[in-house]
């Protein structure tokens, strides 16, 4: 829990706590309950039911970090231990979401699933990718690339080829799986997704500071400079912690947007 | 309330009118008009979605017709659901309307039942099944439900919210004083989970 710094020591210490409390509350609103738990996202290929070899996982980090700096487009492949009582669609756009997988306003974020116990694979597709990924291909692209090599038990040659498949349609070459298919998706409209949440939540937050640093100088005169920093350095915290637990150093997702798109398979 | 003890009497008015300024717009002031805005965004979505899956269904009836023709009460229960889905013209009020709402919901609920009836009889065509139109008709199909049940709960969601601030404190207090002409919004009664078509797995 987050509480206000002890170093507030002045009779306006009742206006500190009280607008701590309130940036609390305003913070609390922005965060999400999520009934499900998602692996964190190490990299770009998480692979929590450890089925692939590090050999592979390096390849296809290569592969997908060349595809986001070709195209800015995310690909992001996710092999899960258990989907926790759900089914792969309800868990893929979740944990898209959650991640924000994809560029945001662009939304062009797509996930490849592969859940090996309960033997479901999903390609999981976001707003911004409906138009070229569409569900005519992604299904293509399991039944023809991944599901035999999985019924083969290869499930990193499934898991590479789908890989591949997913990120040559990405490239603009999707003439191969075109031939497939015969008819054409309707273009859909992208939706609009402003989240300016964290800013109100760090605007007044920072406000409270300076009412609070104004009020202990008026009484004290000149005394109120070492709280500031606790109080700006909370802020800070506060706001990596609403947007979502990004990793360090490394990949992160761009705070894309998913809506249910994309095509699953089983085996 | 904290004892606000400035020497100078000029300091305590402008910060207690900023503290109150805090106060005001923290207790949400402004949460019921986003909140009806996103719930507004989120049912474009769903009626987005409905639309895309209407506009799926005369290329399946056509692509089943070539197959199995005889099945002619299967399809023309389709076409007919689908005619009768497109037809109804919704209110500009229809998500705080609850007739309306509920006549929006049984149509599009009798459509999945149609289209669901008619997935299942294609089952029987081995022809059909393996036809590539129809696969990428069905995969298509497929993908629009799982929009349409991800857009629904995201609509549910923003209407919860949204039906809650009226409800709850704050937000009732500001609901009579300044939006008092706004309704509670209707949601769905059904989780489109439960009402789904049933997978045809080959």
């Known amino acids: 829990m987050i509480r206000p710094a002890p170093v507030l020591r002045t009779s306006a210490n009742g206006a500190g706590l009280f607008a701590g409390l309130v940036g609390l509350a305003m913070l609390a609103s922005v965060v999400l309950a999520q009934?499900?738990?998602?692996?964190?996202?190490?990299?770009?290929?998480?692979?929590?039911?450890?089925?692939?070899?590090?050999?592979?996982?390096?390849?296809?980090?290569?592969?997908l970090a060349a595809l986001e700096t070709k195209t800015s487009d995310q690909l992001v492949v996710v092999t899960l231990?258990?989907?926790?009582?759900?089914?792969?669609?309800?868990?893929?756009?979740?944990?898209?979401?959650?991640?924000?997988?994809g560029q945001k306003g662009?939304?062009?974020?797509?996930?490849?699933?592969?859940?090996?116990?309960?033997?479901?694979?999903?390609?999981?597709?976001?707003?911004?990718?409906?138009?070229?990924?569409?569900?005519?291909?992604t299904t293509v692209i399991i039944e023809s690339a991944i599901i035999p090599r999985f019924r083969?038990?290869?499930?990193?040659?499934?898991?590479?080829?789908?890989?591949?498949s997913i990120m040559q349609v990405l490239s603009g070459d999707a003439e191969l799986f075109k031939q497939q298919t015969a008819v054409k998706e309707a273009a859909r409209k992208q939706p609009q997704d402003n989240v300016y949440a964290p800013l109100f939540v760090l605007f007044w937050l920072a406000l409270a500071a300076f009412i609070i640093f104004t009020i202990a100088r008026s009484h004290r005169g000149g005394g109120g400079g070492p709280w500031f920093v606790p109080v700006s350095?909370?802020?800070?915290?506060?706001?990596?912690?609403?947007s979502g637990g990004f990793s360090s150093g490394g990949f992160s997702g761009g705070g894309g947007d998913f809506g249910g798109g994309g095509s699953s398979g089983s085996w | 309330m904290s004892r606000?003890?400035?020497?100078?009497?000029f300091v305590r008015f402008p910060i207690l009118a900023a503290l109150l300024g805090l106060l005001v717009s923290g207790c949400g002031i402004n949460n019921i008009p986003s909140y009806e805005e996103t719930a507004k965004a989120r049912w474009s979505e769903v009626q987005n979605q409905y639309q895309r899956r209407s506009d799926l269904i005369p290329n399946l009836v056509e692509t089943v017709k070539g197959f199995a023709k005889q099945e002619r009460e299967v399809l023309e229960a389709v076409t007919a659901a689908r005619a009768r889905a497109t037809s109804i013209q919704l209110p500009a009020d229809v998500v705080t309307d609850p007739?309306?709402?509920?006549?929006?919901?049984?149509?599009?609920?009798?459509?999945?039942?149609?289209?669901?009836?008619?997935?299942?009889?294609s089952e029987k065509y081995p022809d059909l099944k393996s036809n590539q139109n129809f696969l990428a008709l069905q995969s298509q199909l497929e993908g629009t439900e799982n929009r349409i049940a991800v857009a629904r709960r995201d609509y549910i969601e923003a209407v919860r919210a949204y039906n809650t601030e009226l409800k709850t404190f704050p937000g009732v207090i500001w609901f009579k004083l300044l939006y008092a002409t706004n309704k509670p919004m209707e949601t769905f009664a059904v989780s489109e989970d439960v009402q789904r078509n049933p997978q045809v797995k080959f």
């Not at chain 1, 964190?40 to 290569?62: F, I, K, M, Y």
């Not at chain 1, 939304?107 to 070229?132: D, F, H, M």
């Open chain 1, 35 to 63: 009934a499900l738990t998602f692996p964190a996202l190490t990299g770009r290929v998480v692979d929590e039911a450890n089925v692939l070899d590090q050999a592979t996982r390096t390849a296809l980090t290569d592969k």
């Open chain 2, 99 to 121: 007739e309306a709402f509920k006549k929006f919901q049984d149509a599009q609920a009798q459509l999945s039942g149609a289209l669901g009836r008619l997935l299942a009889v």
């Open chain 1, 152 to 164: 083969a038990n290869d499930i990193p040659g499934g898991i590479t080829r789908g890989a591949d």
């Open chain 1, 233 to 242: 350095g909370r802020s800070d915290s506060w706001s990596s912690g609403s």
């Open chain 1, 106 to 137: 662009k939304n062009n974020g797509a996930l490849l699933i592969v859940a090996p116990t309960e033997r479901k694979v999903r390609i999981e597709v976001g707003y911004g990718l409906e138009g070229t990924l569409t569900d005519a291909l």
């Open chain 1, 81 to 101: 231990k258990s989907l926790q009582g759900t089914s792969i669609e309800d868990f893929g756009y979740q944990l898209g979401r959650a991640w924000g997988i």
């Open chain 2, 4 to 9: 606000i003890t400035a020497s100078a009497g």
